[in-house]
């Protein structure tokens, strides 16, 4: 008998933590685009080493400053969302086309390296060859392609927000009470004459 109530408290618990987190997703929706965006940065700042050693062994046209202004850029996006969306106001229209501008550098930066480590692998001349030394160039190349990904998966979450915030909000989260299906209505209209 214990267990049958202890396996319902677990189960109820469950369930009032997704209603907790249905619950505070409808009142900021663009969480979901953030944890992309943390995502996307957390991937390309902890492979940062490979990212760094293949510019060092490619050396190609601004590598570095390509990488220089990804990783900048990946910072200052965080604090551009977080000045977008501020708690319990509309969205500073301002901000977010400036998000929207960094998402598009984040992009043609990712690019531009990630087509200098592809020219320098398949050139005629002297190739960069990947062996067990240098596979951090893969690691990178991959690293860069994911953060791509991510930041591209931000924007288009960005861009469809009015969309599923609306599906969002639409969610029950209220809790049944036992009991209160027989309640009156109460009419306070006599009230306040």
Excluded: W
């Excluded at 910072?75 to 086309?97: H, S």
Aim: charged share 20%.
């Amino acid at each position: 008998m214990a267990n049958q109530k202890t396996a319902k408290k677990q189960g109820r618990g469950i369930k009032e933590v997704i209603r907790k987190s249905l619950v505070s997703l409808k009142r900021s929706p663009q969480a979901i685009p953030l944890v992309f965006l943390i995502v996307g940065f957390l991937i390309y700042s902890l492979n940062l080493s490979a990212v760094a050693n293949t510019t060092a062994r490619i050396n190609g046209a601004n590598m570095g400053q390509c990488e220089f202004v990804a990783m900048l850029f990946s910072i200052l996006a965080f604090v551009v969302f977080l000045r977008t969306f501020p708690k319990r106001k509309p969205a500073n229209k301002i901000m977010l086309g400036l998000l929207f501008g960094m998402l598009a550098l984040l992009i043609f930066v990712d690019v531009v390296y990630n087509t200098r480590i592809v020219s320098a692998v398949t050139r005629t001349e002297n190739p960069i060859i990947i062996d067990d030394q240098s596979l951090y160039i893969n690691t990178a190349q991959t690293v860069v392609t994911l953060h791509i990904v991510f930041v591209c998966i931000t924007a288009v979450l960005l861009a469809l927000l009015p969309i599923y915030s609306k599906l969002i909000r639409k969610i029950n989260t209220s809790i049944e009470v036992e009991g209160n299906e027989n309640m009156a209505v109460i009419d306070v209209a006599d009230e306040e004459e």
